[in-house]
């Protein structure tokens, strides 16, 4: 078996169920932790709509915090539109997505792509150094937010460099990206990337407490 | 109508003594350490796991937090002071625990004493935090739940140990109880205020707080002259008068449920179907929104904070006042747990509205008003002192910007802080209660 065969079968295999299971694990678990029943009477009883309101409404900050959070919200902005064209418009990446799940779309030309990946990795490094250089934020780091950051690093970078046809034979180059993608999809559940799910929860959730209270969130 | 700055200074003089009178309760550090874990897994529910696995370390609700904005210490990050009920959640409820406690150590007595200053000292639970968060976490309902913990391991600060013992054990605040409450009651009713003590019947019974019975005398004097302007069958009751909580403020669940529950049960005692709670900031959610919990249900009556009861007098058209003119250029600061937790937002502009001042919105007002940093017990926690003064600089500029000659609140707490620090930055704006500017605008008969 070459690597790149053990990348495409065995490896992918059990990445994807340590993905889907550790994630499911992790969701299903914290939402199962008990609630208490709020006895107060509400002041406003549409709290779906508040918690759905919520979930939108900090997609972007109210314009008294943009003076202290605009450069890491564009940024972030830039890093997840960045991953989701490398990831989902890449035309390769369709055709394998397709023979696995047998679903596909239009990509976008390859140069394209290229440039976001290199817009990614690029803000990707601006946010390290922020991270390492800001004491509030080296303050409130942990080795999650470093592991997570070569997480979404290294499959990015080994892309590119399959693309380019550097860093060695195209075969082990591609494998090596592959295998970045299952280690990272492997650390998922387990680390902040996690955040790709608890968004919506988390949102919903605070978002329907203040409304209860009468308070737009 | 202004205060009695002799008593108010007399008041701040006997601040620094206040912790004097707490009794720490003597356990070892392990019996610490182990109450304060079984508190937090004990009070840890759903939305809290999902909130204390969302974090992405932002720091966003750093730039929210006028402790870190005052002073720009890193180890003020809002976030940050969660870090002991987020170890202990990872340790013991999390699901992935078995592979969080590999890498994550317990909580020691020393962590718990480094705490201390991040839960009390340098957080009023504003929740302003929760305002700019981006995956909406509730920071301070859960520095609430650590105070809870700390609080049972008797780690809390000297100052609020006293308060809470003193309610919890003697029935009294800065040494008044209902004796005392009914004389200061007495001398009132002397000096020509009609106030209804201990009716059997009323539909609205009235709370005041210890700081209205000795320091801000005219907010029970303006309530009362509303009360009976409106011509409401209205009472104030010695067996359930105390609308503070300092249960709520220190993080003893026993007294909090003590001091709410005296207020249900005289309401119930006089078939009251609408309580008012003073210019107390905490007060309110306190019975608002706890109380039906420890209650263990609906309260048999509605809990109105007495700026959205005025409010609500003025929109209906039942309150007619006299205006105060143009020429009162004023501003609003909207208490915390009135506006941001309670959503009271609406209810004291049409109040000001109706008094007809030149009224000045602040930047960032409203739900995301930044707090006077006296908030959840602070103003007494003479440790936190300087904190609070680099604090109250971020709500100094933002009043500033206004250009109003005064600030109007509906809060005691708020007013005390605004009274003492601007004291102490020389600051000259006035503080007035919203209430006490209502009895003013009150038309003769």
């Keep these: 078996m070459t690597l790149l065969d053990f990348a ?53 900050p109210r314009k008294e915090f943009h003076s202290k959070t605009l450069f890491a919200v564009i940024a972030g902005y830039v890093l997840h539109f960045g991953l989701a064209i490398t990831v989902f418009l890449f035309t ?65 970078l080994t892309g590119m460099m399959a693309y380019a ?6 075969q082990t180059v591609l494998a090596i990206h592959i295998l970045t993608v299952e280690a990272m999809l492997i650390w998922f559940p387990f680390g902040k990337l996690f955040h790709a799910v608890l968004w919506i929860p988390s949102r919903a959730q605070m978002g329907a407490a203040m409304q209860r209270r009468g308070v737009k969130a | ?60 609700c750093a730039s929210a937090c006028h402790f870190y904005v005052g002073t720009e210490d890193p180890k003020y990050a809002p976030i940050r002071k969660l870090d002991l009920l987020k170890r202990v959640y990872r340790r013991e409820l999390s699901p992935l625990r078995w592979l969080h406690r590999l890498y994550t150590d317990d909580i020691t007595v020393k962590d718990l004493q480094e705490w201390q200053e991040l839960v009390y000292d340098s957080c009023t639970e504003c ?80 709370t005041t707080s210890v700081i209205d019975i000795i320091l801000f005398t005219d907010g029970l004097i303006a309530t009362a002259r509303i009360m009976n302007h409106l011509g409401l069958n209205w009472t104030l009751r010695s067996d359930g008068y105390e609308a503070a909580n300092f249960g ?9 449920k003590i001091a709410s529950e005296k207020i249900v049960l005289a309401a119930r005692a006089c078939g009251a179907k609408t309580v008012i709670i003073p210019e107390c900031g905490h007060a309110y959610p306190s019975m608002r929104w706890e109380a039906a919990n420890e209650h263990g249900g609906k309260l048999p009556f509605e809990v109105l904070a007495i700026s959205e009861f005025l409010g609500r007098e003025v929109k209906a058209g039942r309150l007619k006042l006299n205006t105060l003119g143009r020429d009162r250029k004023v501003t609003y600061h909207d208490p915390c747990k009135l506006a941001r937790h309670s959503g009271t937002i609406e209810e004291p502009r049409w109040v000001l509205d109706a008094l007809g001042v030149d009224f000045r919105e602040v930047d960032s007002g409203r739900e995301l008003n ?21 604090a109250f600089q971020v709500k100094i500029k933002q009043v500033e910007k206004t250009g109003a000659d005064s600030v109007v609140t509906a809060c005691g707490s708020c007013r005390l802080n605004f009274m003492n620090g601007s004291m102490r930055s020389n600051w000259d704006k006035g503080i007035e209660s919203l209430v006490e500017l209502v009895a003013e605008a009150l038309p003769t008969h």
């Design chain 2, 1 to 60: 109508m202004t205060i009695n700055m002799e008593i108010f200074q007399q008041f701040a003089e006997q601040l620094p003594h206040l912790g004097e009178h707490a009794q720490p309760p003597q356990m070892t550090d392990a019996a610490r350490v182990e109450t304060a874990r079984e508190t937090f897994v004990r009070k840890l529910d759903g939305r809290m796991a999902v909130d204390l696995e969302s974090c992405i370390h932002c720091g966003h």
């Design chain 2, 370 to 390: 930044w707090c006077c940093g006296g908030g959840a017990g602070v103003f007494l926690i003479n440790s936190a002192s300087e904190l609070r003064q680099q």
């Design chain 2, 248 to 256: 709520l403020l220190s993080g003893c669940e026993r007294v909090q």
């Design chain 1, 8 to 60: 495409r079968g065995p490896a992918l295999e059990w990445s994807l169920i340590i993905f889907v299971a550790g994630s499911l694990w992790r969701l299903v678990g914290a939402l199962l932790v008990r609630r208490k029943r709020d006895l107060s009477e509400p002041r406003s009883r549409s709290t779906v709509a508040g918690g759905i309101r919520t979930v939108f409404s900090r997609m972007f």
């Design chain 1, 165 to 170: 046809h550097i860093g060695g034979p195209y």
């Design chain 1, 92 to 156: 390769p990446h369709i055709l394998f997505i397709d023979g696995l799940l047998g679903i596909s779309w239009p990509g976008i030309p390859n140069n394209l792509v290229m440039f976001a990946g290199v817009v990614t990795i690029a803000t990707l490094v601006a946010l390290l150094i922020r991270r390492m250089t800001t004491p509030l934020l080296k303050k409130i780091s942990s080795a999650d937010d470093y592991i997570s950051w070569v997480m979404t690093l290294l499959p990015v």
């Design chain 2, 127 to 206: 929740g302003r935090c929760s305002m700019v968060c981006p995956m909406g976490i509730n920071i301070a309902g859960m520095v609430n739940v650590m105070r809870q913990g700390m609080a049972r391991a008797g780690m809390m600060p000297a100052e609020l140990m006293a308060m809470e013992q003193e309610q919890g054990g003697h029935d009294s605040l800065f040494g008044v109880g209902p004796e005392q409450m009914k004389g200061a009651i007495a001398k009132l009713q002397e000096a020509g205020v009609d106030i209804p003590l201990d009716k059997h019947e009323a539909d609205v019974l009235v």
